[in-house]
């Protein structure tokens, strides 16, 4: 497959291209300034995209199959804090970037579109959304280190989601867990819908690299088409 990768210096982003390599595809690994990056292994392609250019976009998607976004304000890999800054700065970017990919689709109607989101629009319990609490809101962010600022960011994502819903695009939505951070790949994870994925402690966690083999999973056997699903382990 020819798969394209929004964010591809980013955690999840870094690992969704590995994968993809590994597996034999093709990939284009997208960022804001691609002239920059060395890259020695075979079958990637660099190039520079503004993700809230319809344009940008639209130019990058000929000859996909699949554009995978984790895209993030700023650069998560390099400058977190900048990442939560800008985020809550304007937690309508997230929004706006699934509007303008979803502009850019309307010319490659055949290309399928997976968005890495937030796990802040899963139901805790029927009918219950953390990301519409904000006592459950400031509880995760409080236990994974975020300001509680960024509770607008989380809310942000599921805007993003909801943009999505309304639309007839090939589009496929990511919740990772709550936890999501660097680990091991273990391709032993389970997958939900829209509730989280909980392990025998109760947590919702899952490794970057496992989230990367959710996602080419997907990327190569199509499950969730205009609908979201989750993982954890």
Same mark, same amino acid.
């Given at each position: 497959?020819?798969?394209? /990768?929004?964010g591809? #210096?980013?955690g +999840?982003g870094?690992r969704?291209?590995t994968e993809?390599?590994?597996?034999?595809h $093709?990939?284009t690994?997208f960022?804001? *300034?691609?002239s920059?990056i060395?890259e020695?292994?075979?079958?990637?392609?660099?190039?520079?995209?503004?993700?809230?250019d319809?344009?940008s /976009?639209?130019?990058?998607?000929?000859?996909?199959?699949? !554009?995978?976004?984790? &895209?993030?304000?700023?650069?998560?890999?390099? *400058?977190?804090?900048?990442t939560?800054a800008?985020?809550?700065?304007d937690?309508?970017v997230?929004?706006t970037a699934?509007?303008?990919? !979803?502009?850019?689709?309307?010319?490659h109607?055949?290309?399928?579109?997976?968005? +890495?989101?937030?796990?802040?629009s899963?139901?805790?319990?029927?009918?219950? /959304?953390?990301? *519409?609490?904000d006592?459950?809101? $400031?509880?995760?962010?409080?236990?994974?280190?975020?300001?509680?600022?960024?509770?607008?960011?989380?809310?942000g $994502?599921r805007?993003?989601l909801?943009?999505?819903?309304?639309?007839n695009?090939?589009?496929?939505?990511?919740?990772?867990?709550?936890? +999501?951070?660097p680990?091991?790949? #273990?391709?032993? &994870?389970r997958?939900?819908t829209?509730?989280p994925?909980?392990?025998?402690d109760g947590?919702s966690?899952?490794?970057m690299?496992d989230a990367?083999?959710?996602?080419?999973?997907?990327a190569?056997?199509p499950r969730?088409?205009?609908?979201? &699903?989750?993982?954890?382990y």
């Open positions: 497959m020819r798969i394209g /990768v929004v591809a #210096t980013g +999840i870094s969704v291209v993809a390599l590994d597996r034999g $093709h990939v690994a960022s804001r *300034d691609a920059k060395e020695s292994r075979e079958n990637v392609t660099w190039k520079s995209v503004d993700v809230l319809p344009d /976009v639209a130019a990058a998607l000929p000859g996909l199959d699949v !554009l995978i976004s984790g &895209f993030q304000p700023g650069n998560a890999a390099k *400058d977190i804090a900048d939560v800008r985020s809550i700065a937690p309508t997230y929004a699934a509007r303008t990919l !979803l502009k850019a689709l309307e010319s109607s055949r290309t399928r579109l997976i968005v +890495i989101g937030g796990a802040g899963l139901e805790v319990e029927p009918g219950l /959304v953390r990301a *519409d609490s006592d459950l809101l $400031h509880e995760t962010l409080d236990a994974i280190g975020l300001p509680r600022e960024y509770a607008a960011a989380v809310r $994502h805007d993003a909801d943009v999505l819903r309304t639309s695009r090939l589009w496929t939505y990511l919740s990772p867990a709550e936890d +999501i951070a680990g091991e790949r #273990t391709a032993r &994870f997958i939900g829209d509730q994925v909980l392990d025998g947590r966690r899952i490794s690299e990367a083999v959710a996602l080419v999973d997907e190569e056997l969730f088409v205009q609908r979201r &699903f989750t993982i954890g």
